[in-house]
């Protein structure tokens, strides 16, 4: 049950824009869309985005997300200090029955 | 207001068993798909199991069929775990999900270690 791909790490500047990217295949984010998760440390995961690309009530519009092909992108905009958090995608295999996730993006703010 | 309230995690020896309870509230429980996630220390969040809305089919990783069982309790609105034959690599802290990942517990520690 191989992950999907999300880089490790991604730094941006204060007030900016980050666009964190999760591949996987089309048994997976290509066929189910992907859902993306927030972390703080010490914290449970918090879910930012359905997998239809839709925000649960409460998460900021600064949040929002999007997909091509097997390719999910979280768009982060106006990125603010507590935006600093680790960033896992996360879909429903319907080939294993598996829900696969990545390995997570440790965001940065400067 | 969805609270998902996850117990049961522990320090246990190689080998022993641990049952895992979530309990949720404020969520129509009926039918809805649950899953267990766990995140071994200093590490990602791993998919562990899920039981359908129905009970009728239930899903696990490679590395723990075999020795976990998830089941539910509708009348209960509660998800369990049921892990046997652990091994320190098992380690984690354990979370109970709703749905599509939607809502989480503050999740609990199981320690396996001699």
């Known amino acids: 049950q191989a992950g999907l791909t999300q880089p490790p790490s991604v730094s941006k500047d204060l007030r900016q824009t980050a666009t964190l990217t999760c591949t996987g295949n089309?048994?997976?984010?290509?066929?189910?869309?992907a859902v993306w998760l927030q972390q703080h440390q010490g914290h449970p995961p918090k879910l930012l985005s359905y997998r239809n690309n839709d925000r649960p009530s409460g998460i900021s519009e600064r949040f929002s997300a999007s997909r091509l092909g097997n390719t999910a992108s979280l768009t982060i905009t106006g990125l603010q200090p507590e935006d600093e958090a680790d960033y896992y995608c996360?879909?429903?295999?319907?080939?294993?029955?598996?829900?696969?996730f990545g390995g997570g993006t440790r965001l940065t703010v400067l | 207001e969805v609270q998902v309230v996850e117990s049961g995690g522990g320090l246990v020896q190689p080998g022993g068993s641990l049952r895992l309870s979530c309990t949720v509230s404020g969520f129509t429980f009926t039918n809805a798909w649950m899953s267990w996630v766990r995140q071994a220390p200093g590490k990602g969040l791993e998919w562990v199991a899920t039981i359908k809305g129905d009970g009728s089919e239930t899903y696990y990783v490679d590395s723990v069929k075999g020795r976990f069982s998830i089941s539910r309790d509708d009348a209960k609105n509660s998800v369990y775990l049921q892990m046997n034959s652990l091994r320190a690599e098992d380690t984690a802290i354990y979370y109970c999900?709703?749905?599509?990942?939607?809502?989480w517990g503050q999740g609990t520690l199981v320690a396996v270690s001699s």
């Open positions: 089309s048994n997976d984010v290509g066929n189910q869309g």
């Open positions: 996360s879909a429903w295999d319907t080939r294993l029955r598996a829900w696969i």
């Open positions: 999900a709703t749905e599509t990942m939607s809502n």
